[in-house]
């Protein structure tokens, strides 16, 4: 499977900033666990994210393109070149490379409940990842045993070669094949973890939610992902939030939305109601002479603030009920009153939009 970041995501390396995007979110929809659950969509998916965090950031991206961090295998510079021919003869060699490494970063989403959302809250998930192995702690040998020195290439983890050149005779330098650049073999891996150091299992994870987070959102927990090979450290757990459907309330920015259906005669005379929020019960005023698509705003109500504290309002927006089934004495009592109001014969008036249209309009200001 390539490593190189532009082949990842399947992109020319003269790629703009909004086709690497746009690139990614496609590979994204297509390899996220939620959609295509097989092992070997989730190590794409993971080289795909990694991908786009390197060449998503210009000065990483700059990085990258010149052979710096981050090549993954994908790219050898000039300074490799000039040690593979020249670093013995300069008294450099690159030395063993270490067993010890990084382990991968992790995303995954969690669901939560709008009312969750107003104040924060604690989760505990559960995560299928690689841990570190208990039988040898890591250091990737049976236990009783220890890695050993490569006799070929004396620890160093290089083979040096002397090769003819238009320069003459010149040192030549590789990783050692017996132990593949490392300096050391395990005579006895591990039969726990098959030498690799680490082991997949289920482990929990305490997750803090932060107050006001939203669909889409990321958290960062550092040291929640993977378990690096031969003891290495973890990786950081990424998880995606993803805030669950509520029936009656919506959220619009900081503030909660929310229809109340009134009768007419509320509307008409006034009323005070108290109904259940979703932090409690809260008292609504309805005014005299309320019209359908007035926005009653309740302050300090809606949702905590992510940055800058404080909460935003609870925006309930007023459908007005026409009663359809009325009685002989309801009918006569409603034709009093029409006959006591002055004529007005119906007329075309300025064009509105649909009544959830103008709760729309009214609720996003």
Do not use: W
């Amino acid at each position: 499977m390539s490593t190189d970041h532009y082949e990842v995501l399947g992109v020319e390396r003269t790629a703009s900033p909004e086709e690497i995007k746009k690139a990614y979110r496609r590979l994204a929809r297509e390899l996220h666990p939620d959609v295509n659950p097989s092992e070997e969509a989730a190590e794409r998916f993971k080289l795909v994210t990694h991908a786009y965090d390197v060449l998503s950031d210009p000065e990483q991206r700059e990085r990258y393109d010149m052979g710096g961090s981050g090549m993954g295998g994908g790219g050898f510079g000039f300074g490799d070149i000039f040690d593979s021919f020249f670093g013995a003869a300069a008294g450099r060699t690159a030395g063993p490379r270490s067993r010890t490494e990084r382990g991968q970063d992790a995303l995954l989403r969690i669901e939560i409940d709008l009312d969750e959302v107003i104040f924060g809250t604690k989760h505990e998930i559960e995560i299928d990842t690689a841990v570190l192995c208990s039988a040898c702690e890591g250091s990737c040998c049976a236990p009783g045993t220890s890695i050993a020195r490569c006799d070929i290439c004396g620890g160093t983890g290089q083979i040096q070669r002397s090769v003819r050149s238009l320069l003459g005779n010149v040192m030549t330098s590789s990783p050692c094949g017996t132990c593949r650049g490392y300096g050391t073999i395990i005579p006895n891996p591990c039969a726990t973890c098959a030498g690799q150091g680490r082991v997949r299992a289920k482990r929990k994870v305490a997750v803090d939610v932060p107050a006001g987070v939203d669909t889409g959102m990321r958290l960062h927990l550092p040291g929640e992902g993977e378990a690096g090979p031969a003891g290495g450290p973890n990786g950081d757990l990424y998880l995606e939030v993803k805030v669950r459907h509520h029936d009656i309330f919506s959220r619009s920015g900081d503030d909660l939305l929310a229809t109340l259906e009134v009768q007419m005669t509320d509307a008409v005379l006034g009323a005070a109601v108290t109904l259940d929020s979703l932090d409690g019960p809260v008292e609504i005023e309805i005014k005299p002479g309320t019209q359908s698509a007035d926005i009653v705003s309740i302050k300090e109500r809606g949702v905590t603030r992510l940055r800058g504290g404080g909460r935003g309002e609870l925006r309930v927006g007023i459908a007005v009920q026409t009663p359809v089934r009325l009685n002989s004495s309801e009918l006569d009592l409603i034709k009093q009153f029409a006959s006591k109001r002055p004529p007005a014969k119906p007329q075309f008036s300025k064009f509105q939009q649909g009544l959830f249209a103008k709760l729309r309009d009214r609720f996003l200001g």
